[in-house]
């Protein structure tokens, strides 16, 4: 099938294009992308090919995310592999990595194979298996990294689960860097966070909440970047929430650390005052922290001291929400909210445009070591179109994900995504949305 994109605003990071363009396609790749006035390529002149007018949109690459909870195999009634890639769809993502905390852990090749095989169809997203570093995330054995790799990982890391043994740790880095094996961690002692449901400052007090320091982050961290140091191994930190982790990060790097990290989207916007008066939707791992945090994570994205964003998409059913705070389940819903979030930051930064939606489409694509994210001829044709003007106003009936749970309900972000394409086929059409 041949199809143009016509007259839209062509913006594709990886190669630094940002101009009015027409983009064409077929097979399920991109083949040209040219001025409107120019001739079009062989093979597709007027009648001989399907035609998308994204006039007054932006035509980017599909975004990349690197945390989205599908909530297969196990719990399935929090959400459903459909359910999930509708949202992805929605939300202009096109790939994903897929944590390992699922029922049962993905430590297993069968069970990442089956994860594999049952998001094959064409109007899914691409997806990512990030395997268990460790059986059950259990944290005592390591898994057989090798042979999930065949199976069809792309790292391996522990979701929201520590390694207390530092001896497994260090030995899973080893092994890991031995292969080349990008390990992918929370920073988050166990211990200093144990039972802490909120950031340990004047909000937690106030309201009466068990607190998580700034010191969990760190001093996990301290151990991580020790570790990285000493075995070499390809190090991601997930979700990094403090001005003090980046701080650490940024020193890493400077030690010559193969170290890179990304931040939540939740977390670039919100802060522990967002909790107002225990609002569990605001319930998140790791907790939302103060507001110089925030500033914090929001420029170090800029300068690319952050390498990406994401969504940390963690569907949770109504049971899990609408119970007291301290008692609710962690996560939020994300995928759809993943780029209306990012215009609102770039926005907010006054950040060229290129510039912001690279966190989200190049840069993690280069995090997960795969080639998506870009628009260059030749690439798949995993494409989001999108009304940089028109807004997207958040409601329990306009998210097609499952799980309801956002802080953001009732607001309206910027962007509305108007098509997404995978491989050329339109898997999420809005046009006359």
């Given at each position: 099938?041949?199809?143009?994109?016509?007259?839209?605003?062509?913006?594709?990071?990886?190669?630094?294009?940002?101009?009015?363009?027409?983009?064409?396609?077929?097979?399920?790749?991109?083949?040209?992308?040219?001025?409107?006035?120019?001739v079009a390529p062989a093979g597709f002149e007027a009648g001989a090919m399907a035609t998308i007018n994204a006039s007054?949109?932006?035509?980017?690459?599909?975004?990349?995310?690197?945390?989205?909870?599908?909530?297969?195999?196990?719990?399935?009634?929090?959400?459903?592999?459909?359910?999930?890639?509708?949202?992805?769809?929605?939300?202009?993502?096109?790939?994903?990595?897929?944590?390992?905390?699922?029922?049962?852990?993905?430590?297993?090749?069968?069970?990442?194979?089956?994860?594999?095989?049952?998001?094959?169809?064409?109007?899914?997203?691409?997806?990512?298996?990030?395997?268990?570093?460790?059986?059950?995330?259990?944290?005592?054995?390591?898994?057989?990294?090798?042979?999930?790799?065949?199976?069809?990982?792309?790292?391996?890391?522990?979701?929201?689960?520590?390694?207390?043994?530092?001896?497994?740790?260090?030995?899973?880095?080893?092994?890991?860097?031995?292969?080349?094996?990008?390990?992918?961690?929370?920073?988050?002692?166990?211990?200093?966070a144990r039972n802490g449901v909120a950031h340990d400052g004047e909000v937690a007090a106030r309201l009466g909440l068990?607190?998580?320091?700034?010191?969990?982050?760190?001093?996990?961290?301290?151990?991580?970047?020790?570790?990285?140091?000493?075995?070499?191994?390809?190090?991601?930190?997930?979700?990094?929430?403090?001005?003090?982790?980046?701080?650490?990060?940024?020193?890493?790097?400077?030690?010559?650390?193969?170290?890179?990290?990304?931040?939540?989207?939740?977390?670039?916007?919100?802060?522990?005052?967002?909790?107002?008066?225990?609002?569990?939707?605001?319930?998140?791992?790791?907790?939302?922290?103060?507001?110089?945090?925030?500033?914090?994570?929001?420029?170090?994205?800029?300068?690319?001291?952050?390498?990406?964003?994401?969504?940390?998409?963690?569907?949770?059913?109504?049971?899990?929400?609408?119970?007291?705070?301290?008692?609710?389940?962690?996560?939020?819903?994300?995928?759809?909210?993943?780029?209306?979030?990012?215009?609102?930051?770039?926005?907010?930064?006054?950040?060229?445009?290129?510039?912001?939606?690279?966190?989200?489409?190049?840069?993690?694509?280069?995090?997960?070591?795969?080639?998506?994210?870009?628009?260059?001829?030749?690439?798949?044709?995993?494409?989001?179109?999108?009304?940089?003007?028109?807004?997207?106003?958040?409601?329990?009936?306009?998210?097609?994900?499952?799980?309801?749970?956002?802080?953001?309900?009732?607001?309206?972000?910027?962007?509305?995504?108007?098509?997404?394409?995978?491989?050329?086929?339109?898997?999420?059409?809005?046009?006359?949305?």
């Amino acid at each position: 099938m041949k199809l143009k994109i016509s007259n839209g605003r062509v913006v594709d990071p990886a190669s630094g294009v940002d101009q009015l363009a027409d983009v064409y396609i077929a097979d399920g790749r991109i083949v040209a992308i040219g001025d409107g006035g120019k001739v079009a390529p062989a093979g597709f002149e007027a009648g001989a090919m399907a035609t998308i007018n994204a006039s007054g949109c932006v035509v980017a690459p599909g975004l990349v995310d690197l945390a989205a909870r599908l909530r297969e195999p196990g719990f399935e009634y929090k959400a459903t592999l459909e359910s999930e890639m509708a949202a992805a769809a929605a939300g202009g993502v096109t790939s994903l990595a897929c944590p390992p905390d699922t029922d049962p852990v993905l430590d297993e090749p069968g069970l990442v194979e089956m994860l594999k095989h049952r998001a094959r169809l064409p109007e899914f997203a691409n997806v990512y298996p990030i395997g268990a570093l460790t059986t059950g995330l259990g944290g005592k054995r390591i898994t057989e990294m090798a042979e999930l790799v065949d199976a069809g990982c792309v790292a391996f890391g522990q979701a929201n689960v520590g390694i207390v043994d530092t001896e497994v740790l260090l030995r899973a880095m080893q092994y890991a860097a031995t292969f080349d094996f990008p390990v992918w961690l929370q920073a988050q002692d166990p211990y200093l966070a144990r039972n802490g449901v909120a950031h340990d400052g004047e909000v937690a007090a106030r309201l009466g909440l068990k607190g998580i320091p700034v010191a969990a982050e760190t001093v996990a961290l301290g151990t991580l970047l020790l570790l990285a140091q000493e075995t070499g191994v390809r190090l991601h930190v997930t979700r990094v929430s403090s001005a003090a982790g980046l701080d650490m990060i940024r020193i890493g790097r400077e030690q010559g650390i193969k170290i890179t990290c990304d931040v939540s989207a939740h977390h670039l916007h919100l802060c522990e005052n967002d909790i107002g008066y225990f609002n569990s939707h605001a319930r998140l791992d790791p907790p939302l922290r103060s507001q110089r945090d925030r500033d914090a994570l929001r420029q170090g994205l800029a300068d690319g001291l952050i390498d990406a964003l994401c969504s940390d998409h963690a569907p949770v059913d109504d049971d899990g929400k609408q119970v007291p705070f301290g008692e609710a389940e962690t996560g939020a819903t994300g995928l759809e909210l993943l780029l209306p979030l990012t215009l609102k930051w770039a926005q907010e930064m006054k950040l060229p445009l290129t510039k912001a939606l690279a966190r989200v489409t190049v840069d993690p694509a280069r995090i997960l070591g795969i080639d998506a994210g870009t628009l260059r001829v030749g690439a798949a044709a995993d494409v989001c179109i999108f009304d940089p003007q028109a807004d997207m106003l958040v409601s329990r009936s306009s998210l097609r994900s499952q799980g309801k749970n956002t802080p953001f309900l009732g607001y309206a972000l910027p962007g509305r995504v108007k098509a997404t394409l995978i491989d050329g086929k339109l898997v999420h059409d809005g046009l006359f949305a």
